[in-house]
């Protein structure tokens, strides 16, 4: 059985951290692409972040290059997303998944098609 499961999510105030772990089971995630995604309420899944299978190539979405920090730890079967300086608009759902080769460079990487594999999310809330 594949499944990613994803942990780390709460309430932060603005400016805080949090860091968010999908954790593995089924397969080795250090075949895959794995993505981080986020949905508020009223609005669509953006993608996040990536982190590529093949030499560790990481993505992030302009909204967040910066403040967050995508990475894996291969003895754990686990990619973490390092949340820095957190913003209400930050506040969404957030879910880890895995693609088979998506396309490398630009923002190919977080374009959810190329995703198979979900979990089911973790609530995050930035709010003072």
């Known amino acids: 059985q594949v499944q990613l499961v994803e942990s780390g999510g709460g309430l932060v105030q603005p400016g805080g951290s949090l860091r968010l772990s999908c954790a593995a089971s089924g397969f080795t995630l250090d075949y895959y692409a794995t993505g981080w995604f986020r949905q508020a309420p009223g609005k669509e899944r953006e993608g996040v972040s990536c982190?590529?299978?093949?030499?560790?190539?990481?993505y992030y979405a302009e909204s967040v290059k910066g403040r967050f920090t995508i990475s894996r730890d291969n003895a754990k079967n686990t990619v973490y997303l390092q949340m820095n300086s957190l913003k209400p608009e930050d506040t969404a759902v957030y879910y880890c998944a895995t693609a088979t080769n998506p396309p490398d460079g630009g923002l190919g990487p977080l374009e959810e098609v190329w995703y198979h594999d979900w979990g089911q999310g973790t609530q995050v809330t930035v709010s003072s």
């Open positions: 982190i590529s299978s093949s030499d560790g190539n990481t």
